[in-house]
């Protein structure tokens, strides 16, 4: 019996180098480079970031200098270099744009959520290429977005805003949710220690540091509170944003600008902490409710679509407004109180996702080569 033609894929992640993306990208190299039906030429910024054998590495470090070496990267170099590699069967651009190149078929992964981010106009003083990436990517989403047979996304609410932002359909856009591999975390004794709220971001300005920290400072303000530490993982040292925040709210005592921790200390404060407040304003994802997620640990998450979806599961969850410290910090005494069980904090169901979804690197791979 003749063996099946083996498939030429092509996997663009040039601008890749760092956190999710870069997880995404080396899950997506794994899984082609045991696959017995396809071989894969990935273009990358350096290889040794990548270091998984079975898969053709073509380098190009010299994109990410500036965004005009990034478009001549996208719009030139690609094309030509498609051309030396045929025959091409999929190219699967990992990082949001469509590049112009020959191949019988295209798909992006779109990750950046900053399109759907509302602006407040200190985003421009705190830190601009926020929302300048915003206005960046609202514009790159849409060039030669048609010749892509699939988009993939995330989740379901990124599928909908990203079919209405660029007018493409929604038939057409694959929702593939990542995969995880979480520790069990330990149990924490109960009233052992003073009640830990935990927040680990980074220090940028759409992760909405100022509403939490306003909220902990009404309960520093309100008498009857009790002992309470809130645990964040910026110092104030990091970037113009940190800073502010750290100035603006340095005083409060409850607050430990802890900064950065490394994955096992994150995973030490996940077991400590007794709630995870999530109030960023925009998300493709939001890792940490993943990873807090098994603790079964009551969560305040802002109320935005990004964080009812990530949270599907999840057992003792309430959602605040966003902007709205006041009702975040009512939340917070609520819990200091002991009602860890009240109206407020239910679980949230999970629900059966649209098609066209994706499961797995093997669903996903299939549909963008056959379907």
Known sequence: MDQPVRKHIVISAVNIRKGGTLTVLLDCLKYLSSSKYTFTTALVHSKDLINIPGIEYIEIPWSTKSWLHRLWCEYVTMYKISKTLQPVDLWFSLHDTTPRVQARRQAVYCHTSFPFLKLKWQDWFMDAKIPLFRLLTRFAYQINVRKNRYLVVQQQWMRESLSHLIHYPQK???VAPPAFNLPDFPDTPEGTAVPIFFYPATPDCHKNFETLCEAAELLQDTMDTPPFKLVLTIDGTENRYAARIKSRFG???SIDFHGYMPKQELYEYYAKASCLVF???????GLPISEFKP???PMIL???PYAHETAEGARRVVFFPVEQALTLAVYMYTLLKGNHFGFMFESVPARMAAKPYADNWDHLFHQL???
């Open 172 to 174: 057409r856009i694959i």
């Open 251 to 253: 005083h409060v005592r």
């Open 279 to 285: 109030p960023s304003r925009v998300e493709t994802w």
């Open 295 to 297: 603790t079964g640990k």
């Open 302 to 304: 802002a109320d935005l």
């Open 369 to 371: 080569l056959y379907q």
